[in-house]
């Protein structure tokens, strides 16, 4: 058996893909290994959305580099690839910059690998490998899932049309492409049968969802979680990346009727401002983002909501800001995600006059910081003494100790629940920390009539 180790940075559509690099290679021999030392392949699979993350991957090639050399001394060999969106937007460069990288493939053609690896063994070079081509990587990756525990991602779709100013990803991931029904379903229900009770559905545009449906229509986003919630051993669905533009009737609609779709949204805004909404081509008013957020909290009441947040954008005036600080105060986020704006290369806002000098950018981020994490403790505090099904996933710090999710994708800490890894149980939450939850079991005796839905 050969060793592979895979770095995984940036987003959970990145994890998705190096889950899938892993079942892809399994049949060739590779068997996962624990750290790059131990490695015969290693792939560093990378996410291009900020600017220290390119940096960072040419650091790690720095450090292959000495490993591979010092394995060659040893009259051993050790092959370097690299993956995801650095990879797609830098291109040959890599090559160029770090001559230890053997293999290159983009986010749409990791499917290559097997080929790209036997390819080299014949000693018929290196490869770049960037195309688009989303349907043909889906075909190509084995239909099984392995899951590493009982909730597992799932990438129903890929890409982005929406071409916001600041943003890499229609660059470095191409067009939105939907997986169809059928194909999507046979991957849920495989995890299923290994065990997983939890499916996060991903995609940059998750909620653009259009895929083809057994009936050969195009399936919203709406219907395919209602498919999804009878597969038997589904407990829980999840979908995240989400766009405000993309938020239909159907999908507000299966927020309330639909219990094993989690009451938790991430559903990114960025600014409270209009023009600065504009000049970030959001395509949306922070109007039209209210009404939706009041939309889905008739339909579910008990929604976490959160979202994603850049300060300094170019042009961004004291009343722009004040203007994302009100959105924020009205909307009260359970938690939110916030960023400096930093200019991508190849992006139109890069190049936009106006750039926020970097202290006024520290200063806003950090008052919208704090707003934000009051309203995220004001959210956790209010869980106190509450009962919540938590689905247990991994042991905790403590021995015996087990980590959950509330519905809420709250992580949960319960003492004595290390057996009951991969189960749902009511959990009585006994203390609120900053980050998390500490609950202990509720025999499913009395559950406060408002929970008992979930
Ligand atoms: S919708 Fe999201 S992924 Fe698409 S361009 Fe905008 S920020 Fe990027």
Redesign the pocket.
């Known amino acids: 058996m050969k060793k592979l180790y895979i770095e995984t940075y940036g987003c959970q559509m990145n994890v998705y893909d190096s889950e899938r690099i892993a079942d892809l290679l399994a049949p060739f021999g590779y068997a996962p290994a624990a750290r790059a030392e131990d490695a015969d392949l290693v792939i560093l699979n990378t996410c291009h959305i900020r600017e220290k993350a390119t940096e960072k991957v040419y650091s790690e090639l720095g450090k292959l580099k000495l490993l591979k050399s010092r394995r060659a001394e040893a009259g051993e060999s050790l092959l370097i690839g690299v993956a995801g969106c650095v990879a797609q937007a830098e291109g040959a460069e890599i090559l160029a910059r770090q001559s230890a990288v053997d293999i290159l493939v983009g986010p749409q053609s990791y499917h290559r690998l097997p080929e790209l690896i036997a390819r080299l063994a014949r000693g018929e070079g290196k490869s770049v490998q960037l195309d688009f081509p989303a349907d043909e990587k889906f075909d190509s990756l084995p239909e099984t899932r392995t899951a590493a525990g009982p909730a597992a991602f799932l990438t129903i779709q890929e890409g982005?049309d929406?071409?916001?100013t600041?943003?890499v990803?229609?660059y470095t991931r191409g067009a939105e492409f939907s997986r169809p029904v059928v194909r999507i379903e046979a991957e849920a229900r495989s995890l299923a049968d290994n065990g997983v009770r939890e499916v996060t559905l991903l995609g940059?545009?998750v909620n653009a969802y259009r895929g083809e449906g057994p009936d050969g229509e195009a399936w919203t986003l709406a219907m395919l979680i209602r498919r999804l919630a009878q597969i038997p051993g589904i407990a829980r669905l999840r979908y995240t990346?989400s766009?405000p533009r993309d938020m239909g009737a159907d999908l507000i609609a299966v927020h309330g009727d639909e219990p094993k779709l989690m009451p938790y949204l991430h559903l990114?805004v960025q600014s409270g401002s209009d023009s600065v909404l504009k000049v970030m081509n959001r395509g949306h008013t922070r109007d039209a983002y209210l009404r939706i957020v009041d939309r889905i909290r008739s339909a579910q009441p008990k929604l976490a909501l959160s979202s994603d947040f850049i300060v300094g954008f170019p042009g961004e005036s004291d009343s722009d800001f004040e203007a994302t600080l009100d959105l924020v105060r009205q909307v009260g986020f359970a938690q939110a995600f916030s960023f400096k704006y930093s200019a991508r290369p190849g992006t139109p806002a890069a190049s936009m006059a106006k750039q926020v000098p970097e202290n006024v950018k520290l200063e806003r981020l950090h008052v919208l910081q704090e707003l934000i994490v009051s309203q995220s403790r004001e959210f956790s505090r209010r869980m106190q003494d509450c009962v919540l099904p938590v689905l247990f996933e991994k042991p905790g710090r403590l021995p015996g100790q087990a980590v959950g999710r509330s519905p809420f994708l709250q992580p949960v800490h319960v003492d004595g629940a290390a057996s009951y890894i991969g189960e749902i149980h009511n959990v009585r939450i006994s203390k609120v920390l900053p980050n998390s939850l500490h609950g202990e079991f509720l025999r499913p005796a009395v559950l406060p009539a408002e929970l008992a839905a979930h």
């Open positions: 982005c929406k071409f916001c600041f943003c990803v229609p940059q545009n990346t766009h990114p």
